[in-house]
């Protein structure tokens, strides 16, 4: 089984700075993968960002990066250049191999100050 | 860019009535899943299919829940008695392959509200 802990309920942080948004996971896989969703207010869940178990590399994907430490089962999501438009909700996700259902975490919302 | 549809965007219903949540998955997509989220709270997996079969459903996922791929390009949630508790978001999403590293495309979801 897996499990998605995200500790920050809310973040609040001011246009134009970086953000770390934190995650942690548990699992018994040797081989899984870690995702990233935003979720707006309009209600739609949109893929961001994906880093594998096995990938040395943190993964980045624009102003989107992963902090991925493998021994500490983490894998927090860096937004840089906060924009307004990044207020949403974000959630953290994960794959495993035994089941490749998607396990998400409680969600963190983030909120954008002008 | 292809995307997962779902109609309708909002639906409300009746206490003990059957509802039918429509999903049209990118079409080269093998494994789709459907998803809800109560206001407020975690998206929660419901139930997962391929070659036309279930793969893995959730404790939520009782015998007033069923799926159906009925002509090769939909796939519905039909809920056959609906509860005040079934009111929520739900959503649809499909994936190429069924291993770890592939992300899952989400529909917009629809709103169930049951009253």
């Known amino acids: 089984a897996q499990k998605i802990t995200q500790t920050q309920p809310g973040m609040f942080v001011q246009e134009k700075e970086a953000v770390t948004l934190d995650c942690t996971y548990d699992?018994?896989?040797?081989?899984?993968?870690l995702f990233w969703y935003k979720q707006p207010s309009s209600g739609e869940m949109i893929f961001l960002i994906y880093?594998?178990?096995?990938?040395?590399q943190n993964a980045t994907e624009g102003r989107y990066s992963l902090n991925f430490q493998k021994a500490r089962k983490s894998a927090n999501l860096v937004i840089s250049a906060s924009q307004l438009g990044d207020s949403a909700m974000y959630f953290c996700?994960?794959?495993?191999?035994?089941?490749?259902?998607?396990?998400f975490g409680k969600g963190t919302l983030l909120t954008v100050n002008p | 860019e292809p995307e997962v549809t779902q109609t309708p965007s909002h639906q409300v219903t009746q206490m003990g009535q059957e509802v039918i949540l429509r999903c049209v998955p990118i079409?080269?997509?093998?494994?789709f899943y459907w998803y809800r989220q109560i206001l407020g709270q975690k998206v929660e997996f419901l139930v997962s299919?391929?070659?036309?079969?279930?793969?893995?459903k959730s404790e939520i996922f009782d015998d007033q829940f069923s799926v159906e791929r009925p002509d090769g390009s939909n796939f519905t949630l039909k809920i056959r008695s609906t509860k005040l508790e079934d009111s929520a978001m739900y959503f649809c999403?499909?994936?190429?392959?069924?291993?770890?590293?592939?992300?899952?495309?989400f529909g917009n979801g629809t709103r169930l509200t049951v009253t």
């Open positions: 699992t018994s896989d040797q081989s899984y993968g």
């Open positions: 299919f391929y070659n036309n079969e279930i793969s893995e």
């Open positions: 996700a994960m794959r495993g191999s035994s089941n490749y259902k998607l396990t």
């Open positions: 880093q594998g178990s096995y990938d040395e």
């Open positions: 079409s080269n997509h093998l494994y």
């Open positions: 999403a499909s994936t190429t392959i069924g291993t770890a590293n592939s992300p899952l495309h």
